[in-house]
């Protein structure tokens, strides 16, 4: 099992090197046969009824993982790639972000409850579509995703590095991305869980390891296996721990079970009341800027202040990098650009370096 989870930080930049040779040919080779490849595009289909490239793919995730569960999230998604680069380079700097827990159900649901409102809106103004067409190469590869490096710069820093340092490991995936609600769902009835089949010697290994901050020694020794939706499947709880106790399989086998331990989960460092604090920061965000900067960058950047405002309201102090970032991001905010100039490089530069 070791040797298949080894595989998982290869397979990731073999899915970067993909990302980017699909991007290359579109635009320098010229080959538009396969356009942009995101789950918006299902949605986009039940709107207008052009069945793109990227809703095929959705729906090909999406049954996937009804046997696999979240596997897509922890093997395939490149935001999560680059949450995982984000942390690797913070502990090369001899930074290591504490994974702060947070009731954050409320957060997806916002932008969720936002793609659905346009669809309905769609249909109301527009109608049902009338008919399904195929254009696997409509709309192009980079449909929605910022033109500008100044702007891929300010995604880079506000969806990856920033939350990663406010909130610990995978803090995207944990606290806004919406098809996380998804991939929740899907691992209730998925088969394939992380068994504990070895004999546990309780180090932890497994939970401070964790990309989602999950309790699994606990969870095993209470279930016998990663009970929690959010699991990814990465396996890097079998990879870290010495008996290779966790184990990816199929929900066939009769697992060990300790019966004397009851499950308790671990504590939220962020409380239910928090949470509606800093989901309001990042809701009213939104609504200024989504015009402009689009759901996720608007609601990682609001995200990034409510937690801020948190830590200045419950603990009357904020780090100096936390300190910079709030005028960092409040310019930030009100650039609307979207050339690829020489102008916009310079500032994305220019960003870099201040980060």
Not at 20 to 34: D, E, T
Not at 215 to 240: A, Q, T
Not at 338 to 347: A, E, G, M, P, V
Request: glycine letters at 8%.
């Amino acid at each position: 099992m070791k040797t298949i989870a080894k595989l998982r930080v290869p397979f990731m930049v073999l899915i970067y090197v993909l990302f980017f040779g699909h991007v290359a040919l579109w635009y320098l080779g010229k080959v538009n046969s396969v356009g942009h490849l995101g789950f918006g595009n299902f949605f986009l289909t039940l709107q207008t009824g052009l069945v793109s490239a990227g809703t095929v793919f959705s729906i090909i995730v999406f049954l996937l993982s009804l046997v696999l569960g979240g596997v897509f999230c922890g093997w395939a998604c490149h935001w999560g790639i680059i949450q995982d680069f984000s942390y690797w380079v913070f502990e090369r700097i001899g930074i290591k972000p504490k994974m702060i827990r947070i009731e954050s159900t409320i957060i997806p649901w916002i932008w969720f409850t936002v793609i659905l409102g346009q669809l309905v809106f769609a249909w109301i103004a527009f109608g049902l579509p009338k008919g399904f067409s195929m254009e696997l190469g409509n709309p192009e590869v980079w449909s929605g995703v910022p033109r500008s490096i100044f702007l891929i710069c300010i995604t880079m820093v506000t969806n990856s590095f920033f939350l990663i340092f406010l909130l610990g490991k995978r803090a995207f995936c944990r606290t806004i991305c919406s098809f996380r609600l998804w991939f929740n769902w899907f691992n209730h009835i998925a088969p394939l869980k992380m068994v504990r089949k070895k004999e546990c010697k309780h180090c932890g290994n497994c939970r401070n390891e964790c990309l989602m901050g999950i309790d699994v020694v606990g969870e095993m020794d209470s279930f016998g296996h990663v009970k929690n939706k959010s699991c990814l499947r990465c396996m890097n709880c079998s990879l870290v721990c010495p008996n290779s106790a966790p184990q990816a399989a199929f929900w066939s086998i009769n697992p060990e079970v300790n019966p004397e331990k009851e499950f308790q989960p671990l504590p939220l460092h962020i409380d239910s009341d928090s949470s509606l604090l800093i989901s309001a920061v990042s809701a009213i965000t939104l609504v200024f800027f989504c015009a402009f900067w689009g759901g996720s960058i608007s609601m990682s950047a609001g995200f990034c202040f409510g937690v801020i405002i948190w830590r200045a309201l419950s603990q009357k102090n904020i780090s100096s990098f936390e300190a910079l970032a709030i005028p960092l991001l409040l310019v930030s905010l009100l650039y609307r650009v979207d050339l690829n100039d020489f102008t916009s490089l310079i500032k994305g530069v220019f960003l870099i370096l201040i980060f």
